[in-house]
C-alpha cells in the first residue's frame, strides 16, 4: 500500500462492525473510548451502536470541524496523540502502518494494562509475524477480518488481510484467534466511507 502525506486510510465498515460485535459480545465496558488516530472519524461512527463518548486526537488540524460534528465525539485534540496525555479509557485505533505502527502499539499496550481497559489496535495481518512483535506485547485476541477491505479509492488489488490486535482489561494466559467475516455496512455507511475515501489529504498542503 503506498504512503500518503498524512497516512489517512479510513477504516472500512468492514473491519469495525466485526470489532463491534466482538465487544458486545465480551461484555466489555465501553462507556467511553479514545481513538488517538482519528483521521476524519471512521471509527466513532462505525461504532456509533455502542454509545461510548468518545476522545479523539489527530495530528492534521484541518478535519477538527469534522471530528467535533461526529456522532459520540465529545473532545477533539490535535496534534501528535503520542505525546499527548490520555484518559485511562478504553482505546480504539486505526494507526498508521509505517514505523509509527511500532510506537502507537506500545502506547496502547502499556496505557490497556496500567489502566486495566479494553484496547483494540488495527494492523496487517502479517505485521504480528515479525520480529518478537507477539512475544513483546502479546495480545489476547488477534480478531481476523478474512476479507481483503480497501482503505482507500485508488485500491485495485488490497495486499493482505487485517486483524484487531486486542487487549482485555483481565490479559489472558496466550493469545487465541478469532475469525470474523467483513462486516456488511448499511448503504448510508457505504456512501460515507466512499466519501472519506474520495478525501486527498495531498490537498491540504496546497493550503
Known sequence: MSRNAYDYYPTPPEAALPLMEFIKESGVEFSAALDPAAGS?????????LGAQWEVQELCSEWYPT??????????????????????????????FGKLLV???????????????FGAVLVPAPW?????????????????????????ITESQVP???VWSIFMPEPLESTRISWACP???????????HKMMKFDPFQLELF
Open 103 to 117: 510506537r502507537f502499539m506500545h502506547r496502547i499496550h502499556d496505557h490497556c494494562r496500567k489502566h486495566k481497559v
Open 67 to 96: 471530528l467535533s460534528e461526529t456522532p459520540g465525539v465529545r473532545l477533539v485534540t490535535t496534534g501528535d496523540s503520542l505525546s499527548e496525555l490520555w484518559s485511562g479509557i478504553p482505546v480504539v485505533a486505526n494507526p498508521p
Open 183 to 193: 462486516g456488511a455496512p448499511t448503504s448510508d455507511q457505504r456512501a460515507m466511507h
Open 41 to 49: 472519524g471512521a471509527l466513532p461512527r462505525w461504532l456509533e451502536p
Open 128 to 152: 504480528w509475524g515479525e520480529g518478537k512483535r507477539a512475544e513483546m506485547w502479546q495480545p489476547d485476541c488477534l480478531l481476523w477480518i478474512t476479507g481483503r477491505m480497501r482503505f482507500k
Open 160 to 162: 493482505t488481510t487485517h
